[in-house]
């Protein structure tokens, strides 16, 4: 194993394909830029052959695999990981942990299901891609960042109270499961009694 194979499977973050409603190559595209590990869930597979791009593993039934074999020769080195007793998400969050890798891009999750995800959010640096939207936990309770104007989401448990200070001075409410907040030009800081998401819309 090369060094810098070795760099790209421990440090890169992985690139998670769990389905491909909403998602269009070019959201996908600049996650790939550094050839990261790939793992597709069988249902997407067709899809994101078609775009192109070297899988590495895929998740799904004995029976996919077994109707699917040609895909170790055409897509090798590729490797089969049977779902049996764990759903797609952990069987893959189960790989990455065992492969060390530090995190991942979850593309096509659904981000209402976040809290799904808050047993992983200790473990691996998490991003949810869904639809053009990302999303990335707060897992410190307490965030800062440099904004362009834009429109950002804000993901927690309902009625779970989040603040936000910047120039234009600081504002308390309570997250009604996904809120919607304008920010300016500039740094805004959050804070919150527990872990929460901040989504941003993905720019071309």
């Known amino acids: ?35 990261p590990t790939l793992l ?18 895929v ?6 695999q077994k109707e699917n074999r040609h895909l170790l020769e055409e897509q090798y080195p590729l490797r089969f ?25 979850l593309v096509g999750f659904d981000h ?6 808050e047993a992983f959010t200790q473990k691996l640096d998490l991003t949810v891609v869904d639809g053009d939207w990302k999303y990335y936990p707060v897992k ?8 362009a104007p834009t429109e950002i989401r804000l993901l927690a448990i309902e009625n779970q109270p989040v603040e936000v200070s910047n120039s ?11 809120t919607q907040l304008e920010v300016p030009e500039g740094i805004s800081n959050f804070s919150s009694t527990g872990i929460f998401w901040i989504g941003e819309q993905v720019r071309d």
């Open 59 to 64: 998740l799904g039934t004995l029976d996919f």
């Open 81 to 105: 990981l049977t779902v049996l007793t764990r759903t797609i998400l952990e069987e893959g969050i189960h790989y990455l942990l065992a492969s060390q890798h530090k995190g991942v891009h």
């Open 140 to 147: 410190g309770r307490k965030f800062t960042k440099w904004f």
């Open 112 to 117: 209402q299901k976040h809290q799904e995800l």
């Open 40 to 57: 597709v869930a069988q249902e997407a597979v067709e899809v994101v052959l078609s775009w192109g791009i070297k899988i590495d593993v």
């Open 168 to 178: 234009e001075g600081p504002l308390l409410f309570p997250v009604c499961y996904l």
């Open 1 to 35: 194993m090369s060094s810098h194979h070795f760099v790209k499977e421990q440090q890169e973050p992985a690139v998670f394909i769990l389905a491909v409603k909403g998602i269009s190559f070019e959201t996908v595209a600049p996650l790939l830029e550094w050839s």
